[in-house]
């Protein structure tokens, strides 16, 4: 099997498999459905396109850099809907409008700040293909949110004759310079794993379902988790993201 490695870093990450209502809430790695619709993007697929070859593929991530809990608090208003204080109504789901008095609602959304991983994909025969469309994607890639560019090439590599979890295991750590910084004088820095198992683990929902446009749909998959040691490699001296921390 041949196995694609993407890099997850960013000031801020969001991969929610419940997020809906006043809490936009985040789990502490990527969701299966979240790299599969950040690959679709790439390949610039349509909402409601057929995602079901991208789901087949084993999925695995590393966290080589956990980041921090981060909660930004919104209030949300109809006042850009008129100009008369008894129209300012935010509009329900089922199509009516809420009564004036209860038109502001707060919200708060969840994200990982300063978070890096590292993703793998295993299976099919396309994955030379998302390696292309990584390079060159045909719309903007986010970590989980729109709110939530990428801060280095998500592409890192395409590696032959390999499994998802040699290819976790051998892949050079990713974290900032900040992060190396402070981690310098440590000989093995330990990253958990959390990946695709057929053998029993944790439910978890976010494997896409056919669906229409809007009406998406996710079923479950099982993982399982363990921890892998790697050294503490020097960050790269030409790395522009360097100048940032």
């Not at 089922?94 to 959304?109: F, I, M, N, Q, Y």
């Not at 903007?140 to 939530?148: A, D, E, N």
């Not at 998500?154 to 050079?172: C, G, H, I, K, P």
């Amino acid at each position: 099997m041949n196995v694609l490695l993407l890099r997850l870093a960013g000031p801020l990450q969001s991969w929610g498999t419940a997020s809906r209502h006043m809490t936009r809430s985040t789990l502490t790695t990527p969701t299966k459905s979240g790299v599969i619709g950040l690959l679709a993007a790439a390949q610039g697929r349509p909402r409601g396109a057929d995602l079901s070859d991208l789901a087949a593929l084993r999925f695995g991530v590393r966290v080589d850099q956990p980041g921090r809990l981060l909660i930004d608090y919104h209030t949300v208003s109809a006042a850009s809907r008129s100009a008369v204080p008894s129209e300012q109504r935010l509009p329900t789901a089922a199509g009516a409008s809420l009564r004036p008095r209860d038109s502001t609602k707060v919200t708060r959304r969840h994200y990982l700040a300063d978070a890096v991983f590292v993703a793998a994909l295993e299976g099919g025969d396309d994955l030379a293909a998302l390696a292309d469309a990584l390079r060159s994607p045909r719309h903007p890639l986010y970590l989980g949110r729109r709110s939530c560019p990428p801060s280095r090439p998500v592409f890192m590599d395409l590696v032959r004759s390999s499994t998802l979890e040699t290819a976790l295991a051998e892949a050079e750590w990713q974290a900032g310079p900040a992060e190396r910084r402070r981690r310098k004088d440590e000989t093995r820095v330990t990253c958990p794993v959390v990946l695709d198992s057929d053998s029993g683990g944790d439910p978890v929902t976010d494997v896409p379902l056919p669906a229409a446009a809007y009406a998406r749909r996710f079923g479950e998959r099982l993982v399982r988790q363990y921890s892998i040691d790697l050294p503490p490699t020097a960050a790269e001296p030409h790395d522009p993201m360097d100048l940032l921390e």
